[in-house]
């Protein structure tokens, strides 16, 4: 598998003596014999390896962490010459992400305005307060480094510094002061924080001070305050635990694909492997005898990209081995086994995940079935819904994430919208909002790993066209089209395409293509080109409308809308309604429409007459989105109980599911004809208040679902 993460040992020495480093105080001792500073032609080689793998693997992006050492002994000076090099060399073939890591006593504003010029983010080492940070991060002659630090995180918030302001590292020290480190870390107003686990072994265990798991009750401390204060910062590890992307191969299945480069010029694994002992890093190759690809063929690098069957045999037995992912590689050695065991904080690990429940938006409110059950909703509780698919979609990508090691393109597409996420998360939620973001991820995961998950590629590409960033990506070809979710597809030959964005704006590289751009309906996307709006049982969707065809929906829309606005369906509708399908005519003339449980917010429709027709239908099929999020998350009926339930609409008993949501559906479209007295609104409240008492009777609800559909009698009994 290709390599995309590149650790950059531009300083070979460094201006702390910390006792915990896993550089200078650990068995490896192989710094001494290093250059102190990384040479220009060292640089130049670098670059031009990189940009080789990355053309020959197509990546749509690579990062390079500038590090040490202390990078900062380079100076504005060095920094500038090595960040010029490596942006003249890669910047052409594939996106250059460029970071460093740095303990930031050197940083001045000269050295600042070189980051902000070459768009390098640097994180910062700090251990908390400082008490904290001077039991390991001290000068040689034992002076205290934190009002030091302290002013380059003062200095990199300052408007003008703050895009180089990447974040904090925290190494863990279960002797410190959890809420004082807590505290200190918060002050700083970092972007992020990682907390870093001391670098220990089955060889070198970690103190415990005769607790079982020391590391995750220090860290869970901080995690109670963390969210009492509404999780004021991203934490990483938190974030992971809790069902996140990790950014780390601290914990996770993600494809480690991280190789380190010697100020000498000579490739490593990952430099925490000097932990375990001398040459343990060490792969015997270079940047002017070899290339990335032999680099990625070695086989401690092949196993850390191995995921789930690179672990031991323990670890792949676990629960929850897809969120701790067996823990840091460097944490699993013993001598005699290697690395093939669990992590040495494994019960820390544990204890951590079973502690740290999903984030909140995967869980409805107890107010919100209440005010559902009243048939429409108000604006709080659709955005909790909105939320609890958001948070489903999430969950499908973090499962699809661990098959993507299989298919270039999709690992590309992941690693992007990984990064994205992180830097521009509004315009990545905006994607994953999409109707058929869902019903695509939802489609991969029951089919398995396969072709169709290179489609992470152009979900990636829509995030960051949304995001006005810089990627190039190769997107694959599905059916005739290259699919860029809710901006719209491209016609083309072939079974995959380059495309480029630059800013926001973005070109497809192929000999033929024909560019069709998504329309809107106002704030409604009319969605008819996208493959997977093919999603709605038996009926056929229609192909691409003309202009004209696209100026009568858009009339429809706007028409059925302001009815609905007046009803208590608007914000349910308004707040739901992300797409809508046009379906081809009904051979008989008839009105139909449909929603479809993996495509959260997409209505698909048959030409109506007038606005109120379609307004009727809308009403009737946002009922079903709205309680298909309900039931994501909260069971309303027993799915072990088989018996059915009769309703007054069908001759044939159904299960209770379908008269569920039949009888929501009913209760709404019951209530817009109560304005309107005669046959049809009678039939409408018949059926729906028939259907209730049969779903209070029949049994098969869970409590909450009793709770629900006894609201559901009120709100008819109230009319």
């Known amino acids: 598998m290709p390599l995309s993460q590149f650790v950059l040992k531009i300083a070979s020495r460094c201006d702390l003596s910390c006792d915990h480093c896993y550089v200078y105080e650990h068995p490896d001792q192989s710094w001494r014999r290093q250059p102190i500073a990384m040479a220009p032609e060292t640089v130049a080689q670098v670059a031009a390896r990189i940009a080789e793998h990355a053309t020959q693997h197509r990546l749509g992006s690579v990062r390079v962490i500038l590090h040490g050492g202390e990078p900062l002994l380079a100076g504005a000076d060095g920094l500038r010459a090595v960040a010029t090099e490596l942006r003249r060399r890669i910047d052409p073939v594939t996106r250059l992400e460029l970071g460093m890591q740095s303990n930031g006593l050197l940083l001045t504003p000269q050295i600042c305005d070189v980051l902000v010029e ?12 400082q008490a904290a940070n001077d039991r390991h991060r001290r000068y040689a002659n034992g002076a205290s480094s934190h009002a030091k630090v302290r002013d380059a995180l003062a200095l990199l918030r300052r408007d003008e510094y703050r895009k180089a302001y990447g974040g904090i590292l925290c190494t863990v020290d279960i002797d410190n002061d959890p809420i004082a480190v807590y505290e200190a870390l918060r002050a700083e107003q970092p972007p992020h924080v990682d907390f870093l686990l001391p670098h220990a072994n089955w060889d070198r265990p970690p103190e415990r001070n005769g607790k ?54 000579t490739f490593e694994q990952v430099d925490s492997l000097k932990t375990a002992f001398d040459g ?22 092949a196993i850390r990209q191995t995921g789930l069957t690179g672990l031991s045999a323990t670890c792949r037995a676990c629960a929850i081995v897809h969120q701790c992912g067996g ?20 019960a820390d690990l544990q204890e951590l995940i079973a502690a740290m429940p999903p984030p909140p938006n995967d869980r409805l409110a107890g107010t919100v079935l209440d005010d559902l059950a009243t048939g429409g909703g108000g604006p709080g509780s659709i955005e909790q819904l909105v939320a609890v698919h958001e948070g489903m979609v999430r969950a499908l990508l973090r499962d699809l994430s661990r098959s993507v090691d299989a298919v270039p393109l999709a690992a590309a597409g992941w690693d ?37 998950l290179a489609r992470f590629a152009g979900v990636a590409a829509a995030a960051a066209i949304h995001a006005g960033a810089d990627a190039r990506l190769a997107l694959p070809v599905h059916k005739g089209r290259v699919t860029l979710p809710g901006i719209g597809s491209f016609e083309v030959d072939g079974e995959a395409a380059d495309l480029a964005v630059v800013g926001g704006e973005f070109e497809l590289r192929t000999s033929r293509q024909r560019w069709q751009p998504a329309r809107t309906l106002g704030t409604v996307l009319l969605e008819d080109t996208d493959p997977d709006r093919d999603c709605f049982d038996d009926l056929e969707v229609a192909d691409r409308l003309d202009d004209g065809e696209v100026k009568r929906w858009h009339d ?21 309604l992300r797409a809508v399908v046009p379906l081809r005519p009904d051979a008989a003339g008839r009105e139909r429409s449909a929603a479809a449980r993996d495509a959260f917010g997409a209505v698909a429709v048959a030409p109506v007459t007038d606005p109120a027709a379609l307004a009727v239908l809308l009403v009737h099929e946002v009922q079903h989105v709205k309680l298909g999020a309900v039931l994501d998350v909260t069971a309303l009926f027993d799915r072990a109980d088989r018996r059915t339930v009769r309703v007054p609409w069908r001759e044939d008993p159904r299960p209770v599911e379908g008269v569920l949501q039949g009888t929501y559906a009913f209760v709404a479209v019951a209530d817009l004809w109560r304005a309107r ?43």
Do not use: K
């Not at 070459?118 to 910062?124: F, L, S, T």
């Open 118 to 129: 070459h768009d390098v983010r640097v994180g910062i080492s700090l251990d908390g307060d």
């Open 212 to 265: 079982p798991t020391p590391h995750a009750d220090w860290l869970l401390t901080i995690h109670r305050r963390w969210v009492a204060d509404g999780r004021p910062m991203p934490i990483r590890l938190f974030d992971a635990m809790s069902g996140g992307p990790s950014h780390t191969e601290a914990v996770g299945l993600g494809r480690a694909d991280l190789v380190v480069i010697e100020s000498d010029g």
């Open 280 to 301: 343990a890093a060490a792969t015997g190759l270079d940047v002017f005898r070899n290339s990335v690809d032999d680099v990625a063929d070695h086989p401690m690098i």
């Open 327 to 346: 823990g840091q590689f460097t944490h699993r050695y013993r001598t005699g086994s290697g690395f093939a065991n669990p992590s040495v904080y494994c």
């Open 416 to 452: 992007l919208l990984a990064r994205l996420d992180e830097e521009s998360p509004d315009a990545v939620r905006t994607v994953l909002n999409h109707p058929f973001v869902r019903s695509w991820a939802a489609r991969c995961r029951t089919a398995g790993p396969g072709p169709d």
């Open 556 to 576: 429809l829309l706007d028409g059925a809308l302001r009815i609905i606005d007046a009803t208590p369906y608007g914000p349910g509708v308004r707040g739901t």
């Open 677 to 719: 007295p005669g046959p049809t609104a009678d039939q409408y409240r018949a059926w729906a208040s028939g259907a209730v008492d049969a779903l209070l009777e029949g049994g098969g609800l869970t409590p909450a679902g009793q709770e629900f559909v006894s609201r559901l009698r009120s709100t008819l009994d109230s009319w």
